[in-house]
Structures are given as structure tokens and as C-alpha cells.
């Protein structure tokens, strides 16, 4: 129970650090590197508190390094998925009665954990599990998830915190109920930020969670567990569980206390997920809330007045950087043909400049993609656009997978803007151009909105501000994030909510109040002081 207002300490983002030659983060980073990589860490399940492990168990290996052994983790089944059900449920009154500041204490809890003595264990299970180099690895597993959870916090009391107005006589209260029933959280292999934070946002809102997060990001997912552990988390709130995607699904979407998905992944599956909750509406308590982020085919669209320089830029990191594997990343191009050939020789150089290799090398800016199924995917579209009469290699084009995941960062320049690679989404480190002539602008507007189903991130490189401002608004459904005059990637938290809608998901813009909205469910209450006690009006009288 609470006995006062209580201000949240205000929150500011995690300063990025940035891991030079002999500074104490590097040093700290290299030994936690170290350490994950000298023993095989056991990675259970925790359902109700408990660590959980099985008679199966499934390897985890560095992406870079596919011989090395990093550990195992035990996998699921039905019975788990059934019992970490039942530890939510159990864990639920509990938890929503627990006063919002007691909840918030323990997420900030874990936040300074985070940025302190599991800042450089974090990053180094992200940089080893899922092959991003330290920088990477330092914006996501460590800042963005530190943002998030305090982020989170203050946008929840600023929601507890929207009252309606009362008339005279009456007291109006508007309480934010968590859902009635557990959360899915199923979470990507990409970002240990969303990992992290799409279970602990609907948690601190009053909800229990059932999260399932990729196979490849689990040896992270074991230290955000451990974080939350040590921060205070009661048993039950977030039970973490590894367990074949439609052997989790054919439970929890048939279960009567299902009340919602915070979910990252493809747009397939989320789509499948749409259509099997709809199919089964009529078994839940109450409608349950869908909220998905999903796929993207980003563009940067470039006009003749852009920098070349700033242009190649944010082309090179925007479409290369954690090996293109972010939604948000830099996929297809659309470059004037008179700032073209500048552009062209800026990312030859920087390409040819780039280093690729493990992460334990902090000079390699490319790592490896994250297993070979992704491999096997990114190089067949290399592939076939080598045999394509429609697609010029300008850059990359080579892969091997024999010890690592290895795919060297690879630009396309198409001659037909439907061709495949401007279309679909790779997921990888490939970049298509299409050289479009100055004249044909507005065309190229329009195709940029009508060539993909997606509308994540995109971005505009001009000078001319009448272009800018034209651009934005025709583009304005295109792109759920919109930069100008940068990358279409790297959203921090507090500063640019991320998320997009057509075939990008749902929009519920994660890091803001906006996504806490939809894991509550809220109450209004009207108390009247003096009550009628009979039913006359005045209106009701006689002349």
C-alpha cells in the first residue's frame, strides 16, 4: 500500500561507452570474454522461481566460431509451457496488488545492475552469443536495455498519474488495472534490449509473463534473468522457458487466461499468431492485446542536393553495422545519378577499409551472421543476383561459412527498382542501389511507397529544405521511424519511440508510454458524495 505520490527518479539515457585501447571497459569487457569463453555455461530454464533443466540439451556456439562450445541450454516442452503458465497465474494476484512503486524499485534495480557490475557480462554473452562487436553490443545489452527499464518507469508514472476531472459532489478515479490474465513475451535473436524489454514492460505494468526468447540469444537471456533475480524479482513474474515455437503456441493461444503478445520476429509468423488468436477468440476471458513489431525493408532516399560523403556514411554503417541483421536496417537505396559516382567510390573505400571477423577482435567492424540457416538464406539472394543481366556487384559478393558465419558486406546496384533485392527483406548484410535520373524525383517517391509492404525506418538525405519538408509528408505511412539526414537506424529510448505499421507490425512505439498503454486495462471509478434519494428532477414539475 502506498502513502504518498512518489516522483521516479528522473531518467536520462545510459552514456554510450566507447571501449578505446586500454580504457577500463575494454579491459573489464576482454576478461568477461574470457571467462564465457574458457567454461561451457548451463543455461536452465526458470519457471516459478526455480531453475528448471531437462534431459535435452541443445548447444550454444559463437556465430564467428561454430566449432567452440559456449555452453548448453535445456530445452522444453509441453509441460513446461503448461507450468510456467500456471507459476504466472500463481504469481499474479500478488504481483498487481504490489504497490507500483515496489515494482518500479526492483526494474531500476536492475538497471544499475546493468550499468554496473553486469555491464561488461552482459555485453560480452551478446557479443559472443549472438557475434556483435563491442560497440554494438554497448548500445544494445547494455544501454538500450538500461534505457529502457528506466524509461519505462517514469512513463508508468506518468500514466498512474493521468486522473480525469471531478464535478462538485463527486470524486473520479481512473485506476490502470493489469491485463486479467499472463502475458507471451517471445522475443528475437537480434537485440538484447528487446529481449530484455518486452517482458519487463508488460511485468512492471502489474502483469505476469510467460517469455520465450530465440534459441540464438539465449546465453544473454540467462544473464538478464540473473540481473532480475538479483534485483528482487519475485518468483512467477517472468518465467523464462526454451520450447519449440508451435509446441509454446499450440498451448498458450488455446488457453482461457491468454491476455496478450509482446512480440518481435518476422512478419510470417506474427501474422500466423494474428490469425490463430483471431480463430480462437471466442475461448479467452477478454480480447487479448496484439502488439508486434516485425519486419522491414527500409530505404534511404537521397536526393541531388545531399552530402556524398554523409551520404555514403550512413549507408555503410546503416546497412552493415551488426552485419544488417537490425529491422531497422539500410536495405535499398535510391541514389541521384549525378552524386552517384561520388558515393559509389565513398563506400568502395570504406568497404575496402572494413574489417571482417570475430568479436573478440575489436577492430573488425563485420562479424559473422547469427547461424547457418540465415547464412544459407542472405547468400542465395548473392547468388542469384550474380547470374542476374539486372545487378552490377559494386562491392562484396563473397561469403564462407567454414568456421564462422561470414558474409562480407555486399552492394547491389540494380537496374529495375522492383528487382527482388529492393523488394524483399534479406535480413543481412546487402545493400541495393537503383541510379535514378534527378528528373524522375517525384516518381522515385513514389515507388520508394509502393515497392515494399513494410514501413519501419526510412530515411531522406537533401539540403534543399522544401525537398525535406515534400518528402516527409508524401512519405509519412512509409516509415513508422523517419530520419533526415542519417542512417534509419539506432532509436534510443526517450528520444525516438520505435516502431512501425503496414506489414511492420503494430506501431505501439516501444520506449514510450504509448506501449505501456496496451498492458493495462483501466477502471474508472465515480464515488458521489451525497447521493439522491429520490428519483424527481426539477424539470419534472408543474408550471
Excluded at 556465430?63 to 555452453?71: A, E, F, I, N, V
Excluded at 535499398?332 to 549525378?338: G, H, L
Excluded at 508524401?474 to 542512417?487: C, E, H, R
Amino acid at each position: 500500500m502506498s502513502f504518498g505520490f512518489f516522483n521516479a527518479p528522473s531518467p536520462a539515457n545510459e552514456p554510450v561507452k566507447e571501449y578505446r585501447p586500454g580504457s577500463p571497459e575494454r579491459e573489464a569487457v576482454k576478461a568477461a570474454l574470457a571467462d564465457f569463453w574458457a567454461i561451457e555455461t548451463e543455461i536452465p530454464m526458470y519457471i516459478g522461481g526455480k531453475e528448471v533443466r531437462t534431459d535435452h540439451k541443445l548447444r550454444v556456439a559463437p556465430p564467428h566460431d561454430h566449432q567452440h562450445t559456449l555452453g548448453y541450454f535445456y530445452e522444453g516442452d509441453a509441460q513446461h509451457v503448461e507450468q510456467a503458465i500456471e507459476a504466472a497465474l500463481s504469481a499474479k494476484e500478488a504481483w498487481a496488488k504490489l504497490s507500483w512503486e515496489h515494482r518500479a524499485s526492483i526494474f531500476l534495480k536492475a538497471a544499475d545492475l546493468i550499468a554496473g557490475p553486469y555491464r561488461a557480462r552482459i555485453n560480452a554473452a551478446t557479443m559472443l552469443g549472438q557475434s556483435k562487436n563491442a560497440y554494438q553490443a554497448e548500445i544494445d545489452s547494455a544501454c538500450e536495455l538500461i534505457d529502457f527499464l528506466r524509461f519505462n518507469v517514469h512513463y508508468a508514472t506518468e500514466i498512474y498519474q493521468q486522473q480525469p476531472n471531478s464535478s462538485p459532489g463527486v470524486w473520479n478515479r481512473l485506476e490502470y488495472r493489469p491485463l486479467e490474465g499472463f502475458i507471451f513475451a517471445l522475443t528475437p535473436f537480434n537485440f538484447t534490449a528487446i529481449a530484455g524489454n518486452l517482458p519487463t514492460s508488460a511485468a512492471l505494468m502489474g502483469n505476469t509473463v510467460v517469455w520465450k526468447p530465440a534459441y540464438s540469444q539465449v546465453l544473454s537471456a540467462k544473464v538478464i534473468m540473473d540481473v532480475l533475480n538479483e534485483a528482487g524479482l519475485p518468483a512467477g513474474v517472468i518465467n523464462l522457458i526454451f520450447v519449440d515455437g508451435p509446441i509454446a503456441g499450440e498451448i498458450i493461444f488455446n488457453h482461457a487466461d491468454f491476455a496478450g503478445i509482446h512480440f518481435t520476429g518476422s512478419t510470417g509468423v506474427f501474422q500466423q499468431i494474428w490469425g490463430t488468436i483471431g480463430a480462437n477468440i471466442h475461448k479467452y476471458k477478454s480480447y487479448p492485446r496484439i502488439v508486434g513489431e516485425t519486419g522491414g525493408k527500409d530505404f534511404v532516399l537521397v536526393h541531388e542536393s545531399a552530402n556524398a560523403d554523409e551520404v555514403a556514411t550512413g549507408l555503410v554503417r546503416g546497412a552493415f553495422e551488426y552485419q544488417g541483421q537490425k529491422c531497422s536496417a539500410a536495405s535499398r537505396a535510391y541514389v541521384p545519378s549525378t552524386l552517384w559516382p561520388e558515393v559509389e567510390a565513398k563506400i568502395k573505400l570504406y568497404l575496402g577499409e572494413i574489417k571482417m571477423g570475430g568479436t573478440e577482435d575489436f577492430t573488425n567492424f563485420i562479424n559473422a551472421v547469427i547461424d547457418e540457416r540465415a547464412f544459407k538464406k542472405i547468400t542465395a539472394y548473392i547468388d542469384e543476383a550474380k547470374k542476374s543481366d539486372q545487378v552490377t556487384i559494386i562491392a562484396g559478393g563473397n561469403y564462407d561459412g567454414s568456421k564462422g558465419y561470414f558474409i562480407e558486406p555486399t552492394v547491389l546496384k540494380v537496374d529495375n527498382p522492383a528487382y527482388r533485392t529492393m523488394c524483399e527483406e534479406i535480413f543481412g548484410p546487402v545493400l541495393s542501389v537503383y541510379v535514378y535520373e534527378p528528373s524522375d524525383f517525384d516518381k522515385i517517391i513514389e515507388t520508394v511507397n509502393t515497392t515494399s509492404p513494410y514501413a519501419l525506418t526510412g530515411s531522406i538525405f537533401a539540403k534543399d529544405r522544401y525537398i525535406i519538408d515534400h518528402v516527409t509528408s508524401k512519405l509519412q505511412n512509409a516509415a513508422g521511424n523517419f530520419y533526415i539526414n542519417d542512417k534509419p537506424t539506432g532509436a534510443v529510448v526517450g528520444q525516438q519511440p520505435f516502431g512501425g505499421a503496414r506489414a511492420s507490425g503494430t506501431n505501439d512505439k516501444a520506449g514510450s508510454a504509448l506501449n505501456l498503454y496496451r498492458w493495462v486495462s483501466a477502471r474508472t471509478i465515480k464515488e458521489t458524495f451525497v447521493s439522491p434519494k429520490h428519483y424527481n428532477y426539477p424539470f419534472l414539475q408543474g408550471e
